[in-house]
């Protein structure tokens, strides 16, 4: 006796498509919606280039013997430098890391000690003023142009909520 072959039922097709489309119901909207973390990744980077360029500069003065606010030569530049450590500007840090691209850079101010401060921020972030990485300079004995011993470290922090 020969039995019949048979394929699948429509009610099981259906099953599968109800399947099918839940899956991509809940597993579409995680592949499409990746630019904050675009953002914060592009944030994080950032800080380690900073926080890297920081450390180059203080090994490069250190095997130079430069200790105050003398510049420091590193990559055929001339990197300004407070207590050892690339100061918070154009000539110092922004030099350090070779920032560029699709960043606003904004000297921040000067805190009480006088020493800089200076933000980089994504400028087509939702919230630019909340997506920034932050390096506030070293400074040991006052401003910058007072800068005659080893002082603290800088401070690099960052912020991701606006990103």
């Known amino acids: 006796m020969r ?20 899956l991509a119901a809940t597993a579409l909207p995680r592949f499409f919606d ?7 990744a592009a944030i994080e980077g950032l800080r380690g280039n900073v926080e890297m360029a920081t450390k180059l500069a203080r090994a490069a003065g250190f095997a130079q013997s430069i200790t105050n606010a003398s510049d420091i030569p590193m990559e055929g530049a001339n990197i300004t430098a407070c207590n050892g450590y690339p100061t918070a500007d ?19 101010a000067a805190d009480a000690t006088g020493s800089g401060v200076i933000e ?25 142009a007072l800068c005659t011993e080893m002082g603290n470290a800088p401070t690099i922090s960052s912020v991701t909520t606006g990103c």
Not at 34 to 40: E, L, N, Q, S
Not at 91 to 101: F, T
């Open 120 to 144: 980089w921020r994504i400028a087509d972030a939702t919230t630019p003023a909340s997506c920034y990485v932050r390096y506030v300079a070293a400074n040991g004995t006052g401003t910058p």
């Open 34 to 40: 990746v630019t904050d973390d675009a953002g914060v």
């Open 90 to 108: 154009a000539a110092g840090i922004v030099e350090a890391a070779q920032i560029a691209g699709n960043l606003d850079t904004i000297d921040v």
């Open 3 to 22: 039995q019949r072959e048979t394929g699948f039922t429509i009610i099981e097709l259906i099953v599968v498509i109800i399947l099918l489309g839940i």
